[in-house]
């Protein structure tokens, strides 16, 4: 999966970035390099959803997929 994400330079310094694909979905970082690590624990952050939260009837499944 590819995503874009924008990338800000902030007023007091560092970086921010959002990913617009995502809703909420957003990082900083002091410098670029740490921006980027963040970027990707961000995004596997938001896309994580603890299946046991979820309420399941005997009818559903549950389906992992790669994009």
Known sequence: MKLKVIIHQAEEGGYW????????????????EKLLSNIYEAVEACLSVD?????????????????
Do not use: R, Y
């Open 17 to 32: 970035a959002e990913i617009p694909a995502i809703p909420g979905c957003a990082t900083q970082g002091e410098t670029f």
């Open 51 to 67: 299946i046991k939260d979820i309420e399941l009837s005997d009818k559903d499944k549950i389906l992992e997929v790669a994009v």
